[in-house]
């Protein structure tokens, strides 16, 4: 059963073809610099040998999706429909949900708490339904999995007036890739895991709390700014920080917003970069911001662990995902070394070893299981679309 997976956002969009039985992935790109000069469309494809480039003018997501259609004919594969990554599902996404007027229209009402997404995932939505009629969509939402958080970890100790009035809540992200890395996990462990940490470590960072399936938390909030420092981000901190950079700093609110999202995190502390690979190599050559750096992330990682831990009143497992989680060595043996006195252990060797499979770097005597767990957010989608389609 073949799915067309799209995941747009404001200047891009990547694309996926995919047999969600054999897992086959059939075509794969990302059209990119929507809107802005010098876009073009690179992916791979069974139709064609090795990787392609066309460059060519994509003034908007419309224009995109021809593209993506002739890439997708060529294969000469037919799908059952089109599941579509959103950022932000708010309270009209528990779970992923078939593409209607009404639904499509949720995906814009919760939009201001995604601006930058929302309003693009929406609009590739349209162009699908207008240039594929009678195929399916689906809306999976990064957030569905997180809805059903316990409201002692979602709820904020704000005024209830305020917090109904403007829907605010931990309503958290990536929880698309955690649902996956339960999934993954749980068919590597079988009954051994039943309290797992999943750390999606990429250039956006979270945790997630889970309990035989169930969402106990996440480390990410309203919005994916919350939680660990990432890349540009960074992460939770005093919130009135927010207010003395206001009142005192003299920054405007959209000064404050780019600062936090933009210019923050790993690049603010290294002085360097946002890329972990970057810093790691600085950090070798004695670069003390650099290792600060590392040593920051490591350290917030680790003490959010056992924030996720308390939620599940347990840990079992621990697995690592996503662009550095996967594959970082240097991070994991960091993480690893700082929870060393609640009994975890890595094996230097097996950590060492570099594959997209499914592995266990622990070392035999590890009181808690860690796993590292290639994430597959594509296919997961494909699953949703599959059952609520096929
Ligand atoms: P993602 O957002 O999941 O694509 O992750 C992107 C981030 O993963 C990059 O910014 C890098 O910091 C990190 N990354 C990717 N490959 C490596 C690597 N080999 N070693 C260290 N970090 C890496």
């Known amino acids: 059963m073949n799915v067309l997976v799209i995941n747009a956002g404001s200047s891009s969009l990547k694309f996926q073809l995919l047999d969600v039985d ?47 259609i002739d890439i997708i004919n060529a294969t000469g594969k037919d799908f059952i429909g089109i599941g579509h990554r959103v950022v932000q599902g708010g309270w009209y996404f528990p779970e992923s949900k078939v593409v209607t007027d009404e639904s499509l229209g949720w995906v814009r009402e919760v939009a201001p708490l995604a601006p930058l997404h ?26 569905s999995f997180h809805y059903a958080i316990p409201e002692r970890a979602h709820r904020y100790a704000l005024p209830r007036d305020v917090v109904d009035k403007l829907h605010i809540r931990k309503y958290g992200a990536h929880g698309t890739s955690h649902r996956y890395i339960w999934r993954a996990t749980k068919e590597f462990l079988g009954d051994d895991c039943h309290k797992l940490v999943s750390c999606h470590l990429g250039s956006g960072a979270s945790l997630c709390a889970i309990t035989d399936g169930r969402n106990m938390d996440t480390t990410m909030g309203l919005t994916p700014l919350d939680g660990l420092i990432m890349g540009t981000r960074c992460g939770t901190i005093d919130p009135a920080t927010v207010c003395y950079l206001q009142r005192v700093g003299g920054y405007s609110v959209d000064e404050v917003d780019t600062m936090m999202n933009k210019q923050s995190g790993l690049l603010a502390v290294s002085g360097i970069s946002s890329d972990s690979r970057d810093i ?33 009143e347990g840990i079992d497992t621990i697995a690592f995902s996503a662009g550095i989680g996967e594959n970082s060595s240097t991070m994991r043996a960091e993480i690893a070394k700082k929870l060393a006195w609640l009994g975890v252990k890595i094996d230097d060797e097996k950590n060492r070893v570099r594959s997209d499979k499914v592995r266990e770097i622990s070392a035999a005597d590890s009181k808690i299981r860690v796993l590292v767990v290639p994430t597959n957010e594509e296919y997961m989608i494909a699953l949703d679309v599959a059952e609520l389609l096929g």
Do not use: W
């Open 118 to 143: 929302n309003y693009a995932e929406a609009d590739a939505i349209e162009v699908c339904r207008e240039l594929f009629p009678d195929k399916g969509n689906v809306v999976v939402a990064d957030t």
């Open 22 to 68: 054999t897992r086959e992935v059939y075509a794969k790109g990302n059209c990119e610099r929507i809107g802005i000069d010098g876009s073009f469309v690179g992916y791979e494809s069974i139709a064609v040998e090795g990787k392609q480039k066309i460059e060519a003018p994509l003034p908007d997501h419309k224009t995109a999706m021809q593209y993506v």
């Open 280 to 312: 790691e190599l600085a950090a070798d050559d004695g670069d003390n911001n650099a290792r600060m750096a590392i040593e920051m992330f490591a350290y917030r990682t680790a003490q959010l662990v056992c924030e996720m831990a308390q939620a599940n």
